[in-house]
């Protein structure tokens, strides 16, 4: 359905990127910042964060704003009405008391990976995933797992449209290396991750598929670095993985 741009609130869209600004490496954001990454004027921004803040889902000090847990009611009801998290989560859980170790399910949004579903064992990352957390696509195994789902030339894109950060010392940021990684991803069937992301995590995801063969989905494995090198993943979790990817094929659509 082709929308007209005069049925477009444009207030709205500039307000959805105001809120898009904050992360985890951003909690915090004055006019002038938030102006900067959504690209919008500071008048603009400026008015969009004063109104965040008089409807309660931001906060304001005099110079910094954060997003309140309000904020958390736009994303935990659209994962309430996704159907994935709910197929996913008992399956989910049933995986990390098997295997001990924490596992999660996401969704590609652009460049950032979404999570839709979590079952913890212990903490891996220094800060906490849940759903509705988000990490870079380019640096994470469900992120690579996802991008070796799209064409060649769709992923090139969104690694073009990412802030390729050195995230570690063994982050890579070349964009044909992480093209090349992803044809290993797409003939391996799986992406293992070895403290790119932070120091420390190791993770090893695989595709989740629907009952037409279509990539809807990554599934992962995270745990912190042991002595064994990272292709001890493969002989220890992908039987698991490629089990509970099997099973959950004739259940998502």
């Known amino acids: 359905m082709t929308v007209k741009e005069r049925d477009?609130?444009?207030?709205?869209?500039?307000?959805?990127?105001?809120?898009?600004?904050?992360?985890?490496?951003?909690?915090?954001?004055?006019?002038?910042?938030?102006?900067?990454?959504?690209?919008?004027?500071?008048?603009?921004?400026?008015?969009?964060?004063?109104?965040?803040?008089?409807?309660?889902?931001?906060?304001?000090?005099?110079k910094f704003f954060t997003l309140t847990p309000r904020v958390l009611r736009l994303g935990t009801g659209c994962l309430a009405a996704m159907p994935l998290p709910r197929i996913v989560q008992p399956v989910l859980d049933r995986l990390s008391q098997e295997i001990g170790e924490s596992t999660?399910?996401?969704?590609?949004?652009?460049?950032?990976?979404?999570?839709?579903?979590?079952?913890?064992?212990?903490?891996?990352?220094?800060?906490?995933?849940?759903?509705?957390?988000?990490?870079?696509?380019?640096?994470?195994?469900?992120?690579?797992?996802?991008?070796?789902?799209?064409?060649?030339?769709?992923?090139?894109?969104?690694?073009?449209a990412s802030s390729l950060e050195k995230r570690t010392e063994r982050t890579v940021t070349d964009i044909d290396a992480l093209m090349a990684v992803l044809a290993t991803v797409r003939n391996d069937g799986y992406a293992i991750i070895d403290q790119e992301v932070e120091i420390g995590l190791r993770s090893i995801a695989v595709p989740l598929r629907n009952a037409r063969q279509q990539v809807v989905a990554a599934l992962n494995v995270g745990l912190s670095v042991g002595v064994e090198p990272p292709s001890v993943l493969v002989e220890r979790y992908l039987?698991?993985?490629g089990k509970v990817s099997r099973e959950l094929a004739s259940m998502l659509s």
Request: charged share 25%; with cysteine.
């Open 104 to 160: 999660s399910v996401s969704i590609l949004d652009e460049t950032e990976i979404v999570y839709v579903a979590r079952a913890a064992q212990r903490r891996v990352m220094s800060i906490a995933l849940m759903p509705g957390s988000r990490l870079p696509a380019y640096c994470t195994s469900m992120g690579r797992v996802l991008l070796a789902a799209l064409d060649p030339a769709e992923a090139r894109r969104l690694f073009e």
């Open 239 to 241: 039987p698991a993985l």
């Open 8 to 62: 477009v609130m444009g207030g709205l869209l500039k307000g959805l990127k105001v809120i898009e600004a904050f992360s985890a490496e951003r909690p915090r954001l004055s006019i002038s910042e938030a102006a900067e990454i959504t690209d919008l004027d500071r008048a603009t921004t400026r008015r969009c964060l004063l109104t965040l803040s008089e409807s309660g889902y931001a906060d304001y000090d005099g």
